[in-house]
């Protein structure tokens, strides 16, 4: 097969989305059993996934229409999953974790059909949102493991996060709902991969 004809999945890109999906469950369990050094270097293994898939995407020149749907996929199931456990831990409020799902279901819902489409494509707000609720999780759980002193401070950073998050979500709903439907989001892939 040439290059220029290879598989839309098969992609390095694709194979490190894959590993974060693969990552997830020992995350998960480690978090579960507490948060410890190894929990805190796991998590962040995985958190950096979604940035090198999307870097990898780029500069092999290997973005591909799989790699846009599950990369998204990837980040919400997997940070749901995260913070379900964290709350569960007793260090995420409950009240985050819900409005982490509620965003997320509503966004899948009213959103999904046109980010499938191509209609709509992921904001610079919506990648700071991912980001910096990546980050508050890895800071809160890397204050429960060296500093628990700092639990307030990055439970302060993940109501902020939860905030973009729900600025994220309305903003993709309303692109989503005044995409035409026939019509792609332009020239630019629907996401950074």
Same mark, same amino acid.
């Given at each position: 097969?040439?290059?220029?004809?290879?598989?839309?999945?098969?992609?390095?890109?694709?194979?490190?989305?894959?590993?974060?999906?693969?990552?997830?469950?020992? @995350?998960?369990?480690?978090?579960?059993?507490?948060?410890?050094?190894?929990? @805190?270097?796991?998590?962040?293994?995985?958190?950096?996934?979604?940035?090198?898939?999307?870097?990898?995407?780029?500069?092999?020149?290997?973005?591909?229409?799989?790699?846009?749907?599950?990369?998204?996929?990837?980040?919400?199931?997997?940070?749901?999953?995260?913070?379900?456990?964290?709350?569960? @831990?007793?260090?995420?409020?409950?009240?985050?974790?819900?409005?982490?799902?509620?965003?997320?279901?509503?966004?899948? @819902?009213?959103?999904?059909?046109?980010?499938?489409?191509?209609?709509?494509?992921?904001?610079?707000?919506?990648?700071?949102?991912?980001?910096?609720?990546?980050?508050?999780?890895?800071?809160?759980?890397?204050?429960?493991?060296?500093?628990?002193?700092?639990?307030?401070?990055?439970?302060?950073?993940?109501?902020?996060?939860?905030?973009?998050?729900?600025?994220?979500?309305?903003?993709?709903?309303?692109?989503?709902?005044?995409?035409?439907?026939?019509?792609?989001?332009?020239?630019?892939?629907?996401?950074?991969?």
């Amino acid at each position: 097969m040439s290059p220029t004809r290879r598989r839309d999945w098969a992609t390095i890109p694709n194979l490190i989305t894959l590993a974060r999906f693969a990552l997830l469950a020992p @995350v998960c369990v480690l978090l579960w059993d507490g948060a410890g050094t190894l929990a @805190v270097v796991l998590l962040l293994a995985w958190a950096c996934t979604d940035w090198v898939d999307g870097l990898l995407a780029r500069a092999l020149d290997q973005r591909s229409r799989t790699g846009e749907i599950m990369d998204p996929i990837a980040d919400r199931l997997g940070l749901a999953a995260i913070a379900a456990t964290l709350a569960l @831990v007793d260090l995420l409020p409950w009240a985050a974790l819900a409005i982490i799902i509620i965003v997320d279901l509503a966004t899948t @819902v009213l959103a999904s059909r046109a980010a499938l489409r191509g209609r709509i494509e992921v904001s610079v707000l919506g990648k700071i949102r991912t980001a910096v609720l990546m980050t508050s999780i890895f800071l809160l759980v890397a204050a429960a493991a060296w500093a628990p002193g700092l639990l307030d401070a990055g439970r302060v950073l993940v109501w902020i996060a939860v905030g973009l998050h729900v600025l994220s979500g309305a903003d993709y709903i309303l692109r989503a709902s005044r995409a035409p439907q026939g019509a792609s989001a332009g020239a630019g892939p629907p996401s950074p991969r």
